[in-house]
């Protein structure tokens, strides 16, 4: 209990952040629809956010080990307020893209700060249940935060005034906690093809899964619109998915650990192609329908990082785990920024159950890619332990990766 009441503060930082950056996505999307943006600027935001935390990924470490988390935090957190309070001075899709790269930095970069302050004071004995409790809140709030664009008016200067003062508030907690600040990390190496080297399979699960998660989150509002959902119900039906996910961690995880997890990728690809084709089809089904069909496609594509993840730490020393999961975050953003732009201009292009058809054909080059690999690889002689890696930045490495070592210990 003593253990987290000192993360308190971090925790309360998680939940304003989440709850910012977590909304503007959607408000976007449906702020872009209002202004008669088209299907292929909208999806350039989401892609210009996942620019904008690709170089939040790469740039927070050192920053932090030049100025300090509290201060490093700050900056992240002023970028981002930004962003959001300029949106309604320059009425203009390009120029929103500049915006959203400057929320996709404050993503990356406050991620960054929370998760490596935390990696600094957990010991191996409260590492499961402190990092437990990270996932609750983190997950948590992103549920809530889908939720905000029911109340949110599209394009209104007062809707992006809110998140921004959210962004703000984010930064109390963890400026005027008494908890002393860790010592600053050493920058980290980026090495991608560190990826590839160890597991081939594993590079290209994490591009799907960036082709899945950033097309659904950013253009979904796009889609919903299309099958003539209103807002409050695009407000649940982004909730849903990320709702699926968060309830097939765990047994995805069990099997993860008693099976082959390339027989795990390949059958959660399998699934995926079905609840993609399932959406697709089923968009006329009313409320209810879509939202099952959106349940279902986030417990069978949301746990695909984790396990591709996993799966590419078998074959990975202990010297390597950060170096590796930076890779593999690498990969994840190259996905990402090319997800929502070519997702949207489907849409716009051949209609709203194009975006599902694309995500399926990702996963059906996944299952044949799998496949291939299991004939040219055995399976791993040793394991680690399957652990819901949440993608927000390249220290996650750390976080996971002394759990990963206490097991093959």
């Known amino acids: 209990m003593r253990m987290m009441i000192s993360f308190a503060a971090l925790f309360l930082s998680v939940i304003l952040l989440q709850l910012s950056t977590g909304g503007v996505g959607p408000l976007d999307a449906l702020s872009g629809l209002t202004l008669d943006f088209s299907n292929a600027q909208i999806g350039l935001l989401g892609s210009a956010h996942f620019f904008g935390f690709f ?69 191996n004995e409260t590492r499961g249940r402190a990092m437990g409790s990270y996932r609750v809140v983190d997950m948590g709030a992103s549920l809530v935060a889908q939720m ?3 109340v949110l008016e599209p394009a209104s200067y007062v809707s992006y005034n809110l998140l921004a003062l959210l962004c ?56 919903g619109q299309g099958v003539g959902l209103a807002v409050d119900q695009i407000a649940w039906f982004l909730a849903a998915f990320v709702a699926g996910g968060a309830l097939a961690q765990y047994p995805v995880g069990w099997l993860a650990d008693k099976y082959d997890r390339r027989w795990v990728l390949i059958w959660l690809s399998i699934a995926s192609i079905a609840s993609s084709a399932l959406t697709a089809l089923t968009g006329d089904l009313g409320t209810a329908g879509v939202l099952l069909t959106a349940t279902l496609f986030g417990a069978t594509t949301f746990p695909i990082y984790s396990v591709a993840a996993a799966h590419a730490h078998d074959f990975a020393e202990s010297s390597e785990r950060v170096e590796l999961s930076a890779a593999l975050m690498f990969f994840f953003a190259l996905g990402a920024i090319a997800a929502p732009l070519l997702a949207s201009t489907l849409i716009e292009v051949y209609g709203p159950s194009a975006m599902f058809v694309m995500i399926g054909v990702g996963h059906g080059a996944l299952v044949i890619f799998g496949l291939i690999r299991m004939r040219m690889r055995p399976r791993a002689t040793r394991r ?18 002394r759990t990963r070592e206490d097991d093959d210990a």
Do not use: N
């Not at 932090?64 to 001075?89: D, E, P, V």
């Not at 680690?384 to 990766?401: D, K």
């Open 55 to 123: 170089i939040g990924c790469w740039w927070a470490p050192r920053l932090m080990g030049t100025i300090g988390h509290s201060r490093a935090f700050a900056a992240f957190t002023a970028a981002g307020a930004i962003g959001l309070l300029a949106h309604m001075l320059v009425i203009d899709a390009y120029a929103w893209a500049l915006m959203r790269v400057a929320s996709g930095l404050c993503v990356a970069g406050c991620y960054t700060v929370i998760e490596a302050w935390l990696q600094a004071k957990l010991t």
């Open 384 to 401: 680690t332990r399957y652990v819901w890696a949440p993608r927000t930045s390249f220290l996650i490495g750390r976080l996971t990766g």
């Open 148 to 150: 905000l664009i029911s």
């Open 168 to 223: 703000c508030a984010a930064l109390l907690p963890i400026t005027l906690t008494r908890t002393a600040e860790p010592e600053t990390p050493g920058a980290l190496r980026l090495r991608p093809m560190l990826a590839v080297t160890r597991s081939p399979l594993a590079a290209a699960g994490v591009v799907v899964a960036a082709l899945s998660s950033a097309s659904f989150r950013m253009v979904g509002p796009v889609y």
